[in-house]
């Protein structure tokens, strides 16, 4: 058989094993690949191009050597996660950089940081002044995590006391100008909604670039023409506000009557209003 014909038919059989394979092995993104792993992997990928290739000139040497290096990890894999010990020893242990305010240089010295390089990785944090820093650590694939002060972190809504409508993954309903009736079927919705939703802006179906659906029902378009600016409906703040308005009319409807039974009304409607606005507030104004 010539050479180019072994050399094709191994690449193509070496393609798909890789394929197999890699389906078995730890699914990890690039930022968190340990460097044992990212060694397994370099060594994985030059064994299959060195056979690919007929440098190795005994595919079953070649094969063997393959399957050592991507069945010992597999087991290690395991074993790590039945042993905190075998983990450790694979992959190290996180070590603790800044401690209560406190920067720990002897573990920089230990993990081989400079003070420039620290200083870096926390700007990549968005902690830019150390003194608001509280608590870093850094990861066994090298990454650092910060926890910034306790008054320097970002006010939340359970902070301010405030309830938030709880937020699900928003659906794309239209993709190149095309409906596509599982995305609205998620959101438990139809065409007959979509249209009606591009007509009260204005849009054609064909002028849609993507248009989704987020959790609280709001069609976000981006049309093929950048130039078009899309009119933001807002029937939810319009509601919030006629809610208000009415809940304001009875407080003053209550103090402006004489009549006793009047203004009991009054005043109990108002409040039955200001108990719907509470618990309307995280869905219609968010």
Do not use: C
């Amino acid at each position: 058989m010539d050479t180019w014909l072994i050399l094709l038919f191994n690449s193509i059989i070496l393609f798909f094993l890789t394929l197999v394979l890699t389906r078995f092995m730890k699914k990890k993104s690039v930022s968190n690949v340990t460097p044992f792993d990212f060694i397994s992997y370099v060594v994985i990928a030059i064994i299959i191009t060195l056979i690919s290739l007929g440098v190795i000139a005994n595919i079953y040497f070649g094969l063997i050597a393959l399957a050592v290096w991507v069945l010992i990890p597999i087991i290690l894999d395991y074993a790590s996660m039945k042993s905190k010990w075998i983990y450790n020893i694979i992959n190290g242990k996180e070590r603790v950089l800044i401690k209560n305010g406190k920067v720990m240089e002897d573990n920089l010295s230990k993990e081989r940081i400079t003070g420039q390089e620290f200083l870096q990785e926390l700007r990549s944090k968005k902690a830019f002044n150390l003194a608001d820093v509280e608590f870093a650590v850094m990861e066994t694939t090298g990454d650092i995590n910060v926890s910034l002060k306790a008054d320097k972190k970002p006010v939340t809504s359970y902070d301010l006391g405030k309830k938030v409508a709880s937020k699900t993954e928003s659906q794309t309903v239209i993709l190149d100008g095309n409906i596509l009736n599982e995305g609205l079927t998620n959101i438990g919705l139809n065409q007959g909604w979509l249209t009606t939703e591009l007509e009260n802006k204005g849009v054609a179906l064909e002028n849609v670039f993507i248009g989704q659906v987020d959790s609280s029902g709001d069609l976000y378009l981006d049309l093929f023409d950048d130039m078009i600016q899309v009119p933001k409906t807002q029937v939810k703040e319009m509601l919030y506000a006629s809610i208000q308005k009415s809940q304001a009319e009875l407080m003053s409807f209550s103090l402006e009557t004489e009549n006793k039974g009047a203004k009991a009304m009054y005043l109990k409607n108002a409040e039955k209003l200001k108990k719907i606005i509470e618990k309307l507030e995280p869905y219609l104004l968010r």
